[in-house]
């Protein structure tokens, strides 16, 4: 079992940015997939962006491409998530995932979950 521990949320207005981390640990990290998944108020959660433990495939939700970045860095058991050109849509808690066996899209793709961040965007 991969334990995620997610950090970096917070306020921020319309057009900034902000840089999400997950830091993992347990099993071996750098053998799995990881991902970012989002449950904004009142909806259900949502996909975001994947990445294989490779670096070599990854997948964004079409709401984030070309915005959001994910990457990772192996030897410090570190996922990021760098968001950029925020809107007041992005507000939700976002949860790093963990444990998959490729960059999927779906919650069941992952075996691992953090608590959560909380990320507001004011308008």
């Known amino acids: 079992q991969v334990q995620l521990v997610e950090s970096g949320g917070g306020l921020v207005q319309a057009g900034g940015s902000l840089r999400l981390s997950c830091a993992a640990s347990g099993r071996t990290f750098m053998s799995y997939a990881m991902g970012w998944f989002r449950q904004a108020p009142g909806k259900e959660r949502e996909f975001v962006a994947s990445i294989t433990w490779s670096g070599f495939r990854i997948v964004y939700a079409d709401s984030v491409r070309g915005r959001f970045t994910i990457s990772r860095d192996n030897a410090k058991n570190t996922v990021y998530l760098q968001m950029s050109s925020l809107k007041p849509e992005d507000t939700a808690v976002y949860y790093c995932?963990?444990?998959?066996?490729?960059?999927?899209?779906?919650?069941?793709?992952?075996?691992?979950w953090g608590q959560g961040t909380q990320v507001t965007v004011s308008s």
């Open positions: 995932a963990g444990g998959g066996v490729a960059a999927g899209r779906l919650e069941r793709d992952f075996a691992s």
